[in-house]
């Protein structure tokens, strides 16, 4: 279009970190972990003692990142401290990741250990990554750079797991002995993806200096860091439309996430095939990207609470639906359900949430929407892990994430329609 400025070389160079650390979130979190860490890892456990420590492993990492994310929030307001922190994150990320590699088999615990500090990498990165959009665009372009990197985390992620899958279908095609091998040679190759093609940031992209930038100390940074948290908490508490639609969005996004992380390890216990279920883990991130879109466009038609309210009503329908599930087939049925709402409940969330916030205080409500967002993964996937356990039946434990979703939507129907209130 004329008088549209084009992307830039640093624009592209910031979302092609995107493209980089998808490949985690779907290989690793959502993909093989899950299952490898139960059959290889943990193999000695018991199917339901295994997911519950799949579950509590999760739930740490989410909460260490809650912990953590007011402190890099701080570090992202230090003089070209965010581009410095971001690769401190992601070559924790990349090294745990590729060390998966080399564990033999038993190693749960060390297993563990390193998925965690992964996910610590991968999500503390981001929270820096995301602050690096105001080093890249105006208030302008912002959009559009922001929907240039997810759209390339998409399609980097879904490509690189494309490519596990088939190695983990058919290894003798890639010269490998076994499916064991396919994974693990599949985890390192996740972290030179992340490696490689967070390059282009690290060499193009500009961390601008702040205008007053701080002293940083540890300790007392972190003290003033959870203050400014707490403050922000009672600034949100005033305002009574976005406060209740936060606690909702922290209830039924535990959930959306839960889902994503424990699908597999879900599918595992109930006996289905694993390269059934890899498959369909394809199935939703493909059709993810274009449902999100159609999402979009009818969240304008229905509007935001209603279409946000349809998505929710078919993850508790998902969770019955799962909890009768017995064969690959249904799997598959079930993961296209996912991704059909998956990606448009992320974004219309988002898009609702920046319509209820006063205009002049959208940095700090938006800081704190991003908080809720990153901490969200701590109860579900224990709970999903432990209830399964105590019944002895892993039904019980996907049927408990209604514990999630129904009050999540019943709070978003209380969210006022109108303004001032």
């Known amino acids: 279009m004329p008088g549209q400025k084009k992307i830039t070389k640093e624009q592209w160079s910031w979302a ?8 985690f979130a779907t290989t690793v979190m959502a993909g093989f972990f899950p299952l490898f860490y139960k059959s290889y890892w943990a193999s000695s456990f018991l199917a339901q003692e295994s997911t519950a420590i799949l579950g509590t492993i999760n739930s740490i990492a989410g909460l ?6 007011p402190i890099l929030g701080a570090y992202a307001d230090i003089k070209n401290a965010r581009k410095k922190m971001l690769r401190v994150f992601a070559t924790l990320g990349i090294i745990a990741t590729g060390a998966l590699f080399f564990l033999p088999q038993g190693e749960w615990f060390i297993a563990a250990i390193f998925f965690i500090i992964g996910v610590i990498g991968f999500s503390g990165g981001n929270i820096l990554y995301d602050s690096l959009i105001l080093s890249v665009s105006t208030s302008k372009e912002r959009n559009k750079v922001s929907s240039l990197g997810f759209s390339l985390g998409y399609l980097g992620g879904g490509l690189l797991f494309l490519g596990n899958v088939f190695m983990y279908l058919s290894p003798q095609s890639f010269g490998l002995s076994s499916n064991v091998e396919a994974v693990l040679w599949s985890f390192l190759s996740v972290a030179l993806w992340w490696g490689i093609f967070s390059l282009p940031l690290f060499f193009y992209v500009q961390s601008d200096p702040v205008k007053n930038p701080i002293d940083f100390k540890p300790i007392k940074s972190s003290i003033v860091a959870f203050k400014n948290v707490l403050t922000t908490i009672r600034m949100v508490k005033s305002y009574k439309r976005p406060a209740i639609f936060l606690l909702a969005y922290w209830l039924y996004i535990d959930g959306v996430d839960t889902i994503i992380r424990m699908a597999t390890a879900y599918g595992s216990d109930i006996g289905l095939d694993t390269s059934s279920m890899i498959t369909a883990l394809l199935l939703t991130q493909f059709i993810g990207f274009p449902s999100t879109l159609f999402f979009g466009v009818y969240a304008n038609k229905l509007g935001f609470k209603k279409i946000l309210s349809i998505g929710i009503s078919i993850y508790i329908l998902v969770c019955f639906y799962s909890a009768y599930m017995t064969t690959a087939k249904e799997f598959y049925i079930l993961a ?12 219309i969330s988002r898009s609702f949430f920046s319509n209820l916030i006063p205009a002049e205080k959208a940095s700090e409500f938006f800081g704190f929407y991003n908080l809720v967002g990153k901490s969200a993964v701590v109860f579900g996937p224990a709970l999903v892990g432990w209830v399964a356990l105590f019944f002895g039946n892993p039904r019980f434990g996907i049927l408990s994430l209604l514990l999630l979703f129904i009050p999540g939507l019943i709070l978003l129907w209380f969210v006022p329609e109108d303004e001032g209130i």
């Open 16 to 23: 092609f970190y995107d493209w980089a650390n998808s490949a």
């Open 64 to 69: 260490i990142i809650m912990f953590l994310a």
């Open 336 to 347: 296209a359900t996912i991704g059909l709402v998956q990606g448009g409940i992320q974004a």
